[in-house]
């Protein structure tokens, strides 16, 4: 059961963008940027200055990374192969992938395939003699979850870099939506890798964002770390520049409750967690139309509108 009340998400979705950074009821630091090229610049520029730094003191970086925003791999390439950054010490750990019905890989050319994207846009334009080991390369697979696990147990994660879905998920931690099997917070705190079905919410989301809304050509399952090893990275860095479908799980994360219907509101218990995102993205519609009647009522039955705040 929901423990977000309509009021509160109204008066959240409220909020004029360019009074979201320093807002006093901030829950998780929020950064604004203008555009996907401000904020993929800025997402290439942390991660390779991270890397330098541990480089400098001759240690791993050891980073859970994503596929997605699409933004930030020509920067990083460029930054990394202009710098001649070293990306040998880099120990990757890809923080989910999709899976067809019966819990395979997909084809590489697949638009879902993380690995076959990963491999063109974030490993290849690099200089070889630059390039991430292939060893140092941690695909994550139905067939491999206890690799992962151990290999990630072995030492502190640096950061985990990602970004955040329609209903809040970070890497493929969904809000669980099963009739008969519900998690608690805790539950979700200390999940662990796992495969699973996809929620109908997600694969309806990507079916408008990629397929022209064939849901039918969506990948119905997925392998994903859990919120335990994303939140376990000494710092967070979550990004996002695709628009509508992130808005409200943004607003969510930034003034809602910790709750396990949105993942990502789990950031708010992190020391060092920050959401970027860009003014599409963390525009609302409900902020830009305060002449439309929703039927919301406050505590004392009278129509909240805007214009009361």
Known sequence: MSNITIENLYNWCSVPVRELENHADLKIPFRLCNDSNEMGYIMARELVDQIKSNNEMNVETRAIIPCGPNCWYEPFAEIVNREEVSLKKLIVFHMDECLDWQGNELPRNHPYSF????????????????????????????????????????????????????????????????????????????????????????????????????????????????????????????????????????????????????????????????????????????SEHPEWDLGIKNENNLEVTKQEK
Request: glycine share 6%.
């Open 115 to 286: 690995r076959g994207f990963m491999e063109k846009y974030f490993y290849a334009p690099i200089n070889s003699k630059l390039a991430v080991l292939t060893e140092n390369r941690n695909w994550l697979n139905g067939k491999n979850i206890e690799e992962i696990k151990r290999k990630i147990e072995e030492a502190p994660i640096d950061i985990t870099y990602g970004g955040w879905g329609q209903d809040g998920h970070v890497a493929y931690n969904q809000a669980r939506r099963h009739a008969f099997s519900n998690v608690v917070l805790d539950e979700l705190r200390n999940s662990t890798i796992r495969i699973q079905d996809n929620n109908y919410d997600t694969i309806l989301a990507l079916a408008n964002r990629t397929f022209g809304a064939a849901y039918q050509f969506v990948p119905p399952m997925s392998v994903t770390l859990g919120m335990k090893e994303c939140l376990s990275a000494k710092k967070i860095r979550l990004f996002s520049d695709t628009g509508n479908w992130k808005q409200t799980a943004l607003r969510v994360a930034l003034f809602g409750p910790v709750t396990p219907e949105y993942p990502i509101t789990l950031l708010q218990e992190h020391p060092d967690a920050l959401l970027t995102a860009t003014i599409d993205t963390a525009r609302h519609p409900i």
